[in-house]
């Protein structure tokens, strides 16, 4: 196994776990109950990112090759723009956490297009064959992933429930 087999599997991989970032930024910024038209437009927007993110991630899993390069890195670009706008829209109920967990992830997937882009403008042919993974590497990155996303999950939630007076609703269940 060579390192480019080891770490083929990781752009996919990141784009699951930035999908479901993007997906739940977005969905946060429809359900708060101060969210505008703009924050409500763009938790639509994002959610429908976060959802395109998660199935190119599956199909560049399946296939195993960087599917529809081009329109990928356009979505990268997008969703990065997305997820910093929504910081300015809706700042005290957007998750810094989440949006700096989903940009890292969005940039490994960003930048392993562009090069590949690249690389196969110099080569002048599209890559056609499938590529080898390692499952070893599957499983690094996604260990990797479920480190950078469980946390941005819960942050994402917890800055969604925020009440003005700076607390967060705990849920018990002992009847009280």
């Given at each position: 196994?060579?390192?480019?087999?080891?770490?083929?599997?990781?752009p996919?991989?990141?784009?699951?776990?930035?999908g479901?970032?993007?997906?739940?930024?977005g969905?946060?910024?429809?359900?708060?109950?101060?969210?505008?038209?703009?924050?409500?437009?763009?938790?639509?927007?994002m959610?429908?990112?976060?959802?395109?993110?998660?199935?190119?991630g599956?199909?560049?899993?399946?296939t195993?090759?960087?599917?529809?390069?081009?329109?990928t890195?356009?979505?990268?670009?997008?969703?990065?723009?997305?997820?910093?706008?929504?910081?300015?829209?809706a700042?005290?109920?957007?998750?810094?956490?989440?949006?700096?967990?989903?940009?890292v992830?969005?940039?490994?997937?960003?930048?392993?297009?562009?090069?590949?882009?690249?690389?196969?403008?110099?080569?002048?042919?599209?890559?056609?064959?499938?590529?080898?993974?390692?499952?070893?590497?599957?499983?690094?990155?996604a260990?990797?992933?479920?480190?950078?996303?469980?946390?941005?999950?819960?942050?994402?939630?917890?800055?969604?429930?925020?009440?003005?007076?700076?607390?967060?609703?705990?849920?018990?269940?002992?009847?009280?």
């Amino acid at each position: 196994m060579n390192a480019a087999t080891f770490v083929r599997s990781w752009p996919s991989v990141s784009a699951w776990g930035a999908g479901l970032i993007i997906a739940a930024l977005g969905a946060g910024a429809i359900v708060h109950a101060d969210s505008g038209v703009a924050a409500s437009g763009l938790g639509i927007g994002m959610v429908v990112l976060g959802l395109a993110s998660l199935a190119w991630g599956a199909a560049a899993l399946s296939t195993g090759r960087l599917v529809v390069p081009r329109a990928t890195l356009a979505g990268a670009l997008v969703a990065l723009v997305a997820t910093a706008a929504l910081m300015f829209v809706a700042p005290a109920h957007t998750s810094i956490i989440g949006v700096a967990a989903a940009s890292v992830l969005l940039v490994v997937v960003g930048a392993t297009v562009a090069v590949h882009l690249r690389r196969r403008r110099r080569a002048g042919s599209p890559e056609r064959t499938a590529q080898p993974i390692s499952v070893v590497g599957l499983l690094v990155a996604a260990a990797v992933i479920a480190v950078l996303v469980t946390p941005a999950l819960g942050a994402t939630q917890d800055a969604v429930l925020l009440r003005d007076d700076g607390t967060v609703p705990v849920v018990t269940h002992d009847g009280h």
